[in-house]
């Protein structure tokens, strides 16, 4: 049974693509046209502007500690989207960026991570590299770590901010 369909899948494929060829559709769908490019941008560019207020404690359960990724990292500094997957110290093994993303939620702000297929995920993901347009992708890119920002509250740190709370040396 399985042996039969796999071989009907086999003589099927080849013969769909020989016939889209045939009739001169080379490409898997038509391009986009203005309208439907427009469309798509404006719903990235919610998403980038959802983003940008995540990034600035638009959700509480992000925090509990009144910490937001910008007092951090200003306009997406030091997140380095375009070095990702790389391998982080941390958690001794190589990580997508929204987990690295999750780690500062659930220590520096002692917050609640995100699920990783969440709309709010995504929102981070639209910011960040939305700000890191044009950079050279280098996954594994370590060098690229700007210096370490010492965290100086969240998990293990008292609960509170004092103050600016971190120094950048
Ligand atoms: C109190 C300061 C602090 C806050 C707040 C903070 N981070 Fe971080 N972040 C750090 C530090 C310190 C590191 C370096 C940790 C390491 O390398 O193990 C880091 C590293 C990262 C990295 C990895 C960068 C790289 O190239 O390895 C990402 C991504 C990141 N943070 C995103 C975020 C996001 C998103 C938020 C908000 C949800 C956030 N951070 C909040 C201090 C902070």
Redesign the pocket.
């Known amino acids: 049974m399985k042996a039969t369909f796999k071989r009907t899948l086999a003589i099927a494929i080849p013969a769909a693509i020989t016939a889209a060829l045939a009739s001169g559709a080379a490409q898997a769908r038509d391009p986009f046209d203005k309208e439907a490019l427009d469309k798509q941008n404006a719903q990235l560019l919610e998403l980038v502007e959802l983003g940008y207020n ?2 600035h404690g638009s959700n509480p359960e ?2 509990s500690n009144g ?7 200003p306009d ?1 500094g ?4 375009q ?2 997957p ?1 391998y ?4 001794n093994r190589v990580v997508q ?1 929204g987990e ?6 659930q ?3 002692a ?1 609640k991570a ?1 699920a990783l297929e969440s709309k709010d995920m995504t929102a ?1 993901y639209a910011y ?1 590299m939305n700000l890191h347009r044009g950079l050279p992708i280098q996954p594994g ?2 060098a ?3 210096k ?7 998990k293990g740190f008292p609960s509170k901010p004092s103050g600016i ?2 120094d950048t040396k």
Do not use: R
């Not at 690295?100 to 939620?105: E, Q, R, T």
């Open positions: 995540l990034w992000m925090s910490l937001a990724c910008g007092n951090c990292h997406a030091a997140s380095n989207p070095t990702f790389k982080i110290q941390n958690m960026w690295m993303v999750n780690w500062c939620v220590n520096p702000q917050g995100l981070m960040a890119l370590a690229q770590q700007t370490p920002i010492p965290v100086k509250y969240g709370g971190f």
